[in-house]
């Protein structure tokens, strides 16, 4: 899973796959859910996030990591 923001545009996308999308559906304003082709949810973008969550602090409670990498 990785989180990848974007100032420009003030976007969080969070990748759940490393598979292509090839259909969303806004359930919300400027919360767009990604699926590749058999169904399965595979990103999550979030417009305006700044506007609806705190981005500037991150917390990673109870994963189990393997490996954590900050860019």
Known sequence: MK???DQ???SLYI????RPSV???EVSD???LDFDE???LV???VQHASQKAD???LAVLHLPLRELQAA
């Open 15 to 18: 990748h759940l796959a490393d």
């Open 30 to 32: 400027g919360v767009v």
């Open 23 to 25: 259909n969303s559906d």
């Open 8 to 10: 420009a545009t003030d």
């Open 3 to 5: 989180l990848s923001y």
């Open 43 to 45: 990103g999550i973008d």
């Open 38 to 40: 058999n169904g399965a």
């Open 55 to 57: 981005i500037q602090n």
